[in-house]
């Protein structure tokens, strides 16, 4: 009974009423500093950084006050220079406020180097050119040389020279293949 007497009492709503008040006036101010602070409605535009070299974006993002991080490389394109932006994020007419990240993804100076993978020679054609053709290489020449086995690869070449197993040259680049003939 006390208890109910107390929370009906004068004291007891004054303070409750307080209380309130003072409530709302702190998330008011909370909100206020939080616009202030926070640059509330001032954005920047971002940039299309495709195809430009990191010089260029690093003037280009310092004018407009923002950063940039560079993310791990991706598979060479030719169609873009090489050390230039492929991609970015956040993507480009996209706001966002000054001194913000955009994460950059270069293209390489060129293709990677691959392996040219062991146990090819005496396999028949069909297996090889697949292998090759996986791994990125594309086939040039087909020579036939006098051999027993019609069809199996005696060697591979690229530019005149023979290759061997563990060789590396660039994805992409034309393998000519010399296979037996059948005719001995």
Same mark, same amino acid.
């Given at each position: 009974? #006390?208890?109910?007497?107390?929370?009906?009492?004068?004291?007891?709503?004054? &303070?409750?009423?307080?209380?309130?008040?003072?409530?709302?006036? $702190? /998330? %008011?101010?909370? $909100?206020?500093?939080?616009?202030?602070?926070?640059?509330?409605?001032?954005?920047?535009?971002?940039?299309? =950084?495709?195809?430009?070299?990191?010089?260029?974006?690093?003037?280009?993002?310092?004018?407009?006050? $923002? !950063?940039?991080?560079?993310?791990?490389?991706?598979?060479?394109?030719?169609?873009?220079?090489?050390?230039?932006?492929?991609? &970015?994020?956040?993507?480009?007419?996209?706001?966002? @406020?000054?001194? !913000?990240?955009?994460?950059?993804? =270069?293209?390489?100076? *060129?293709?990677?180097?691959? +392996?040219?993978?062991?146990?090819?020679?005496? @396999?028949? !054609?069909? &297996?090889?050119?697949?292998?090759?053709?996986?791994?990125? %290489? #594309?086939? *040039?020449? /087909?020579?036939?040389?006098?051999?027993?086995?019609?069809?199996?690869?005696? +060697?591979? !070449?690229?530019?005149? +020279?023979?290759? +061997?197993?563990?060789? @590396?040259?660039? @994805?992409?680049?034309?393998?000519? $293949?010399?296979? *037996?003939?059948?005719?001995?």
């Amino acid at each position: 009974m #006390k208890f109910f007497k107390f929370i009906f009492s004068k004291a007891f709503l004054l &303070q409750l009423i307080i209380a309130a008040v003072l409530l709302v006036v $702190l /998330v %008011f101010g909370a $909100l206020k500093y939080l616009d202030i602070t926070t640059n509330h409605n001032e954005t920047i535009v971002v940039p299309d =950084l495709s195809k430009f070299e990191l010089d260029i974006v690093d003037k280009k993002l310092e004018e407009m006050n $923002l !950063r940039r991080e560079v993310l791990d490389s991706a598979n060479f394109n030719p169609s873009y220079p090489p050390y230039s932006v492929l991609d &970015q994020v956040p993507e480009p007419g996209k706001l966002v @406020k000054e001194n !913000r990240k955009i994460y950059l993804t =270069l293209n390489p100076s *060129g293709y990677i180097d691959v +392996e040219i993978p062991e146990n090819l020679e005496r @396999k028949t !054609r069909r &297996q090889v050119e697949p292998t090759l053709i996986a791994l990125g %290489f #594309k086939i *040039g020449e /087909v020579i036939e040389r006098p051999d027993i086995a019609k069809g199996a690869i005696l +060697e591979l !070449r690229h530019k005149g +020279e023979t290759l +061997e197993a563990g060789d @590396k040259l660039p @994805k992409t680049s034309t393998i000519d $293949l010399v296979v *037996g003939d059948g005719s001995l």
